[in-house]
């Protein structure tokens, strides 16, 4: 009977996962502009003359973009994304390309387009329908498994090393549309299911989280076994679950106890056992499950916020705070759950946060994949490599716990290091634990000048300032540069150049017509970085000569060093605070940020400026927002 219940968790989980999808929500729709058409009168034309030469209605436009077909402020609001390419691309003059058309848009020609899209692509209207996405059943990823059973049972089982490794959607590792269920990782999840239920039954805190009642046979009445499993496991299953359980899924565990009961002869502890066994494989342990609303789009319950909330700040399930507010359902006002994500952030449990989002937004777990060039660098082994990510984390958890301006990414004045690292930096010598050192050099400070960062947008035998200028374009100013053409030159493949220094090695690269419309964008960017060496460690010169680190931007703009593009780069914070909001809420989401998403997104971003940058003013405003709170209907239930 056991091993047929066992079974019939399974198909059951099976169903869920191959019947789970996302749904592709209609675009909102906002009002037509009142008054004089100002994109029909004045915008059109300006396009028109300078943009719809290759962007037009043309057989085969340019990199397959039709901007006339854009006819109302609303369709340019519904492709949020598109336009802000477009936005940012005559900002900084690339459009129209100066190396193609000598005919340019005069200064005032430049801001009325800018100013006018700015304003579109900002505005909100309170009255447009919202749609809030809809994720698909998450299954717990290995972190967050990991979690998950030390909270609910006190055993520290790691999966790490026995689960297959996780798929990676939208940068993450906790997307629903990746996280898919194969054979082995089912046979992984029913073996681990027997071996923590072993644990579980003999481990210190089993009193407290799963023998809260034992058989009381002299008791008036008497409270027999059963009685007695019937109430462990319903407080059990709320918190496997993360809601109370139905009356044929507590019918299902106490028959598995009664199973138990008998092939442990009586035994009430061992017993138990089998009905924590087939809680560990139930679909609703292993996925985030939230169930379908009445309407298209309809807010979470009470349990499935706490749960959402919980997994978002700490990959695990809530507490008994948390819970108890579920309960209650006031977990749904906003000043609670306000409260509650502060309150979270303090707890030592949103380390989580720290060590899976930060890594993965920052691209660095590829170092675990690199080998540098011992001979080049002899100085970076597997300790160097694990304390420059873990100062990246830690950094990250200083901003988090202390609740600082998340403009102290860009730069700072701090950063979080131990001895090795210290001495790798040049800075002075200190103890040999991680600490808070304040730094007086400001060729140091913010994540573009750590060591981690700095390795992975390298080659294992040079520096690559085409690496560093795309990352910085993805992650600090979220303006990614498209996808290279296939038959892009390499600059490995190009004997004639290979002694030279690498400024000029890059300059002949962009000699290349099909390179140079990216490159101009990527590699000044990366020059600037050009005096921290393949590791990060400082260096004046290169093959001999001193290093030029100078470079002009697209727009015109001119620096030497990376200090001097620190500067520029804190000017264009808005860009910053959008993409970091962006990255954020698609990691709080488990699913990708839509078009749709972009007046969340775009609240998000100005709450946070108003609220002087900090840290947990993003994400308050995560937690209260719409996409975070509602979901939207299945598409073939609607």
Same mark, same amino acid.
């Given at each position: 009977m056991a091993q047929s219940l066992l079974r019939t968790s399974l198909r059951l989980m099976a169903v869920v996962a191959l019947t789970a999808g996302i749904a592709t929500s209609a675009l909102t729709q906002a009002p037509p502009a009142q008054g004089p058409d100002l994109y029909r009168d004045k915008i059109t034309p300006l396009l028109g003359k300078y943009c719809f030469k290759c962007h037009g209605p043309q057989l085969k436009p340019k990199g397959e973009l039709n901007l006339s077909k854009f006819g109302s402020e609303a369709s340019i609001r519904e492709n949020r994304k598109v336009w802000k390419e477009v936005l940012n691309k005559i900002h900084t003059r690339e459009m129209p390309p100066p190396e193609e058309t000598k005919e340019q848009p005069t200064a005032e020609e430049r801001e009325t387009i800018t100013k006018w899209l700015e304003g579109v692509l900002n505005k909100i209207d309170p009255n447009a329908p919202k749609t809030a996405g809809r994720v698909t059943f998450r299954r717990l990823n290995r972190h967050e498994y990991h979690n998950t059973v030390h909270d609910l049972l006190a055993v520290d089982f790691n999966p790490v090393g026995d689960f297959p490794q996780d798929d990676i959607g939208y940068g993450f590792d906790n997307i629903g549309d990746v996280l898919s269920l194969p054979p082995l990782l089912m046979e992984k999840y029913v073996s681990a299911a027997k071996k923590i239920a072993e644990q579980a039954v003999v481990s210190k805190e089993k009193d407290k989280l799963i023998y809260i009642a034992r058989p009381v046979p002299d008791a008036k009445p008497p409270k027999t076994p059963k009685d007695a499993a019937k109430e462990c496991l319903t407080r059990l299953a709320t918190r496997t679950f993360r809601r109370p359980p139905a009356p044929d899924e507590m019918d299902r565990l106490l028959k598995l106890y009664e199973v138990g009961e008998k092939i442990e002869g009586g035994d009430f502890e061992k017993a138990m056992k089998l009905p924590i066994r087939g809680l560990l494989v139930s679909p609703f342990f292993l996925?985030? !499950?939230?169930?379908?609303?009445?309407?298209? #789009?309809?807010?979470?319950?009470?349990?499935?916020?706490? #749960?959402?909330?919980?997994?978002?700040?700490?990959?695990?399930?809530?507490?008994?705070?948390?819970?108890?507010?579920?309960?209650?359902?006031?977990?749904?006002?906003?000043? !609670?759950?306000?409260?509650?994500?502060?309150?979270?952030?303090?707890?030592?449990?949103?380390?989580?946060?720290?060590?899976?989002? #930060?890594?993965?937004?920052?691209?660095?777990r590829r170092l675990d994949e690199m080998k540098f060039d011992h001979n080049q660098f002899p100085a970076w082994d597997a300790g160097l490599k694990a304390d420059a990510v873990r100062e990246v984390v830690l950094f990250f958890e200083a901003i988090k716990s202390e609740d600082l301006s998340i403009l102290n990414f860009i730069d700072s004045t701090f950063t979080v290091v131990n001895d090795r690292l210290a001495r790798h930096y040049g800075i002075s010598a200190m103890g040999s634990g991680f600490q808070k050192v304040t730094l007086t050099d400001a060729k140091r400070g913010g994540i573009l000048t750590m060591a981690a960062i700095l390795a992975a947008t390298s080659d294992p035998d040079r520096t690559s300032p085409v690496k560093r200028g795309k990352w910085v374009l993805e992650t600090i100013l979220a303006t990614p540069p498209p996808p290279p053409i296939p038959d892009a030159a390499n600059l490995k493949t190009d004997p004639e150049s290979a002694n030279l220094p690498l400024r000029q090695r890059m300059e002949k690269h962009r000699a290349d017509p099909n390179c140079a419309s990216c490159h101009k964008r990527m590699d000044p960017i990366g020059f600037g970085f050009e005096n921290y060496d393949a590791i990060g460690a400082w260096r004046d010169q290169d093959k001999g000569q001193p290093i030029d680190a100078s470079a002009v931007l697209p727009e015109g703009t001119k620096f030497n060093g990376p200090v001097e593009l620190k500067n520029i780069l804190k000017q264009r914070k808005t860009e910053f605070v959008e993409g970091f909001a962006e990255k954020m809420l698609t990691y709080a989401l488990g699913r990708g940020v839509e078009p749709y998403d972009g007046p969340a997104v775009k609240a998000i971003s100005d709450a946070v400026v108003k609220n002087g940058y900090k840290f947990s003013a993003l994400i308050v405003e995560i937690v209260k927002s719409y996409p975070f709170q509602y979901r939207q209907k299945d598409k073939g239930k609607r």
């Open positions: 996925f985030h !499950v939230e169930l379908e609303g009445g309407m298209e #789009t309809y807010p979470l319950s009470p349990w499935e916020l706490a #749960t959402r909330l919980s997994y978002f700040l700490w990959a695990s399930m809530p507490d008994d705070e948390l819970f108890d507010l579920a309960k209650t359902g006031r977990i749904l006002n906003p000043p !609670v759950i306000e409260a509650q994500a502060i309150r979270m952030l303090k707890d030592p449990k949103a380390l989580a946060l720290s060590e899976n989002f #930060t890594p993965q937004w920052l691209q660095i």
